[in-house]
């Protein structure tokens, strides 16, 4: 694999299905209701229930790492939320390496739902 | 105090005292995890695997850092959390909802199974009030390190916005809707621009407006004129009883004679049912409901 800066990422697409959702949540040990309680989540504003943050940090380190080798080391993962993802869309990621220092590769992240961009973000990751 | 020297009384106070996970890191959260994200890096589950690479045995997945330390179902915030305590600042002031918008993880080694995590808090930066698309808020920022003994191990900066919803608008009063055809949209289209439209056959205008005119003759075509709005009550009632959605009773409910000769009924909004007589100089109003719906209204011409 030639990783150089410009090398786009082979997009990472979830199906944010209501398990999806729910199951993430509690393996992040969020149980604010809003992630698997739909009345409570409508009856706070929200169209659904929705994906919590620490599921976000996971799926842009699972979408990093799964281009980068299971052996390239995670160094940071920052993110900017924007519009919520509800269950029953479907959210994509696309990324691209934006600068390569030895085996010291930033990656931009962007992760995209029917509303408009979730997530967005850098990824420090040293390949192997 | 204001939220500026709340702000810098709950940083002075530092870091909050280090918080230690409910359980050491262990496979059975790892595999949770691992299975609900979709991540099927075998460095985080399959031993042998995790032996021959980099990490020489299992590791747990850097991102998983605040899982550890996360509260739990019945779990509260630590009295000396400052994120907690500028909250409780802000919902004070009024900014009552609160959003996150960024996490920063920064992990300076993979943790292991086995080790026990502890996580402390400080409060950076509480900046505001700014406007933003939610509402008028504050950005308050805090950093948390996770270590191992004395060894940190990850920390993130984290940002939410706490902010003041705006008011909700008042649900539109009900009110009882008319039907409109063909014969009548001209009428109600004038309303919602001003104007009291008279439907017109020839040299006769005719209110309410109907589908053929007043001599049934099948071969004119209608038109109409813009009234002036001027006239005087020719008959009126007050109604008291029974309610009307979207009326305070009593109200008073008036024929105008305008000064182009035709008649006219709609609610005289401006005027004491004790001072409404007939022959009361009037002039034309127009109620806007919605985007939708204009009423016809009089009131008196003082």
Avoid at chain 1, 61 to 77: D, H, K, M, T
Wanted: aromatic share 6%; net charge negative.
């Amino acid at each position: 694999m030639t990783v150089a800066e410009g090398t786009e990422l082979p997009p990472l697409t979830i199906e944010a299905t209501p398990t999806f959702v729910v199951s993430t949540a509690l393996a992040t040990r969020d149980f604010q209701d809003v992630h698997h309680d739909r009345d409570s989540a409508v009856a706070r504003g929200s169209k659904d229930i929705f994906l919590n943050i620490l599921t976000d940090t996971g799926l842009v380190q699972r979408f990093v790492s799964e281009w980068a080798g299971p052996e390239a080391l995670i160094r940071s993962v920052k993110i900017r939320l924007g519009v919520p993802c509800y269950a029953y869309d479907t959210l994509t990621f696309t990324g691209r390496v934006v600068s390569r220092t030895g085996n010291d590769v930033v990656v931009s992240v962007s992760g995209v739902d029917s509303l408009g961009e979730h997530v967005a973000g850098t990824v420090e990751v040293t390949l192997p | 105090m204001t939220i500026e020297e709340a702000a810098a009384a709950i940083a002075a106070q530092g870091e909050s005292a280090p918080r230690l996970a409910r359980d050491p890191v262990n496979q059975a959260m790892v595999n949770n995890w691992v299975e609900a994200i979709g991540d099927r890096n075998p460095v985080y589950t399959d031993p042998e695997y995790a032996a021959a690479s980099v990490h020489k045995g299992l590791v747990a997945p850097p991102a998983m850092a605040q899982v550890w330390t996360m509260n739990g179902l019945h779990g509260t915030r630590a009295d000396d959390d400052p994120l907690g305590a500028m909250m409780a600042v802000l919902d004070e002031a009024g900014f009552t909802s609160v959003v996150a918008t960024n996490s920063e993880q920064t992990y300076h080694r993979y943790l292991r199974p086995g080790e026990h995590v502890a996580a402390a808090t400080r409060l950076e930066t509480v900046v505001g009030p700014k406007r933003t698309a939610l509402g008028e808020g504050w950005f308050v920022t805090t950093r948390t390190t996770w270590s191992v003994g004395s060894e940190a191990v990850a920390e993130m900066v984290f940002r939410v916005l706490k902010f003041r919803p705006p008011a909700p608008k008042p649900p539109p009063a009900p009110v009882l809707r008319p039907v409109i055809s063909r014969d009548t949209e001209f009428f109600w289209d004038g309303l919602r621009e001003g104007e009291l439209r008279i439907q017109r056959w020839g040299e006769t205008l005719r209110h309410p407006p109907g589908p053929m005119p007043p001599d049934g003759s099948l071969d004119t075509k209608p038109d109409y004129v813009v009234a002036s709005g001027r006239g005087t009550v020719y008959s009126f009632v007050v109604h008291h009883h029974p309610p009307v959605p979207g009326k305070e009773l009593p109200f008073v409910v008036a024929l105008v004679e305008l000064e182009e000769g035709v008649r006219v009924m709609a609610e005289l909004l401006d005027a004491a049912p004790e001072e409404v007589h007939i022959g009361l100089p009037v002039v034309a109003a127009f109620v806007r409901v919605d985007d939708d719906l204009t009423l016809p209204a009089w009131k008196v011409a003082r």
